[in-house]
């Protein structure tokens, strides 16, 4: 199966073990490890053995390997709450530019993460628009 690393990015740098970091897991396509600066502890990052800045990019098979890890190290952190977050693109709050899962424990109201969701009221029809404008793309 395909890996695809860089030779400048910190992450890929991490997956070949140029850059130390605290290793949870790991198969052939994936890589998880312990967030440098955890929002809760437990806080951890996988990544595809696939460098590219936008989950759009990462082939099925690396996506398809990282859900099911996702889940079992939820399981392993034994967290009631918590947050499965892959931020795109540097307004989205992006900052590595290697696609990444956080698995982030949310143990009480200020530990994990925190979340604006600025809900707008869009008309049904409006919503209905935007679902038929998507469903013609896909
Ligand atoms: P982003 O905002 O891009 O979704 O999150 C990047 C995450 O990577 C941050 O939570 C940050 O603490 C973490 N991070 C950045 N550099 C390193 C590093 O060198 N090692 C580790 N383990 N985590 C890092
Ligand atoms: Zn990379």
């Known amino acids: 199966m395909a890996q695809k690393l860089t030779d400048d990015c910190i992450f890929c740098k991490i997956i070949r073990g140029e850059i130390p970091s605290c290793k ?12 440098i600066q955890p929002l809760s502890e437990g806080h951890t990052l996988i990544i595809p053995k696939y460098h590219s ?7 099925e098979e690396h996506l398809a390997d990282i859900l099911p890890l996702a889940k ?5 952190i034994g967290a009631e709450n918590y947050n499965i977050l892959q931020n795109n693109g540097s307004l989205a709050h992006q900052v590595v530019p290697h696609v990444h899962f956080h698995v ?4 009480n109201a200020t530990e994990g993460l925190g979340v604006g ?8 029809d409006e919503v209905k628009k935007s679902a038929d404008a998507i469903t013609q793309k896909l």
């Open 53 to 59: 800045k936008f989950v759009h990019e990462v082939p």
């Open 24 to 35: 949870v897991a790991e198969t052939e396509l994936s890589y998880a490890f312990m967030d």
């Open 117 to 124: 969701w600025p809900a707008k009221t869009p008309s049904i």
């Open 72 to 76: 079992k190290i939820a399981l392993a």
């Open 104 to 107: 982030i424990p949310k143990p």
